[in-house]
């Protein structure tokens, strides 16, 4: 299942004023935060895995401390052994005026997510090079194995295994019937 | 007895010294009258910094306002006797309303009490922002995301550490004395808690053998220290520290007594300043300067 939250919509609601586009401050960031859980548990009554794009094309700008309310700790919470749900995500419509302060917290909490950009999708923030790695491979072969994720990097199916379990405990990989899927990629089959 | 406490003619974030100096041997309840009847000029930081001043006063003080028109009537534009009314006995006319024209205030002196007032401020400087930032300091697009979010996190230190609200003023102006370049300055300034008592909130908070008004500031402002255990706090004076050294601008914060501050190579401020008269809360000034190719070969001219 693909679900679609624009995040916009979701501050305009937050804060109760159609003028607002910008992201700004931490209390903001957490009533945004709150009310994506609150649609992404609606989403989860559904059942099953959920993939949700989180869309911030209508978001002027973003600070640093609404990023790591609205970003950092989502993908904590849902990364998380205790999380409400099997939700992944894929960010969509984020451009350089959203950047910075996304990087940045990024890199404060070693995070990673899967961003939607004109040329396909890509993995950005803090990821090994093996991650990195194994996570484009799958996302060019579609739904794969280890070993064919191991194949096309020349490397041990072990190796590549641990990879793309790492990839599964961050939300960058879903597992299937026992195939991985790169967040992103075009074939979700078997939900 | 009436202290009189003399304004200097420039009052910025270094004369406004000269006020704390004044008052340091008084009481807080004591009475005091604020005489800036000879001031020709103030910077966000100064007349901030004055409002700020009134509400550390046990007792109303006094102001005695500026005598020559064009500064009272600049200062009535900045909105800072909408708020003095509030906060002093006013003495001598000034301007009741404020001039609506072309003017070097991008945001005039505003009140932050919560979060909801920051979307305001945001939303209504980004406009102007663009036009000055691009347009009279010749400097890239994202430097006008970059002082926005600036702006942000520095109103939202006043919400999150302060404990009562504070005031926010951004302006451009052409920075002849010191500078010799045009230069667009945000001044946050409030009467709160300030940075050591903020940390010392912190819970198992442990006190470093030398724990004062610097070494909270250092905590702070360098290390992204929070009074919260959170991990992503603490990112936002990090993110303007980072941003005023991106385009070459200067980041100060003053508290309790101490200041610290982001030196660019076109100013010879000191990076850390002890000693200095108590005074509450925190007061922070962001400059960004005009885009220069020579800058970092210029002198201060202070």
Redesign the interface.
Known sequence: MMNHIDVSSVLRQT?A?D??S?L?????GAAVRGQIERLLGDFGDAGGRALTVIDFSHV??I???CA??VV??LLMRYADADAPGDAYFLFRGVN??HW??IS??LD??GLALALEADDGVRVVGVLSDDERRAWRAAYDLGRVGAADVASELGADTADAERALDSLCRRRLVMRVDGDYVAVGGGFIGGQ | MTNVIAVPPSLDDYSFEQVLEQLAPLPADAKILIDARHARWASPYGLTALLTLAQTRAERPALAVPELDETASYWARAAFFQHAEALYDLHGAYPKRRDTGESNVLLEITPIAK??D??TI??QV?ERLKRIIQGELKLET?AV??F??TL??VC?NI??HAGQGGWVAVQSYRWTKRLGRRVVVIAVCDAGLGFRRSLESAPGHLPSARWDDAAALEEAVIRGVSRFRD???G??L??ARNYVGRWQGKLSVRSGTARIAIVPPWDDDVPLAEGLPQFPGAQVQVIIPEHAPAAASQGSGR
Request: net charge negative; charged share 30%.
């Open positions: 804060v004023c003028l607002y910008n700004v401050t931490r209390s903001t002027a700008m600070d640093f401390s790591d309310e950092a700790k350089d005026d910075d302060a940045a917290v404060r909490h | 979060s909801d920051i979307h945001v939303g980004q994202k995301l970059g926005t979010m942000s996190e939202q919400i999150e991990r992503g706090r990112q936002g990090a993110g």
